[in-house]
């Protein structure tokens, strides 16, 4: 098990960044794939980007694809979501979780840890 905690959501402008940040207090934060998902109100919690325990592999939705870029550090324990070119569907609570798999994987209830959530707002 790991503990998740989020950072670096905002209010921002269509067209702005933002860099999301997920720091896990385990030692063994290389063995997990990790995923980002958002819920916004009223909507189901949906997947946003994955990487694998390495970095090596990801996988996006396609509604993020080639605006958002999912990276890790193991050596900080840390997973990042760097999102450019934002919109304001992309408003909504971002929340990190951990995956005990090798694989990248985008359903939710897959995985086995997660954050608390940080708001992202997005103003047209």
């Known amino acids: 098990q790991v503990q998740l905690a989020e950072s670096g959501g905002g209010l921002v402008q269509a067209g702005g960044s933002l860099r999301l940040s997920c720091a896990s207090s385990?030692?063994?934060?290389?063995?997990?794939?990790m995923g980002w998902f958002r819920q916004a109100p009223g909507k189901e919690r949906e997947f946003v980007a994955a990487i694998s325990r390495s970095g090596g592999d990801t996988y996006y939705a396609d509604s993020v694809k080639g605006r958002f870029t999912i990276f890790r550090d193991n050596a900080k324990n840390t997973v990042y979501l760097q999102m450019n070119s934002l919109k304001p569907e992309d408003t909504a609570v971002y929340y990190c979780a951990a995956d005990n798999t090798p694989l990248t994987r985008t359903r939710a209830a897959l995985y086995d840890d997660w954050g608390q959530g940080t708001q992202v707002t997005v103003s047209s």
């Open positions: 385990g030692r063994t934060f290389s063995m997990y794939a």
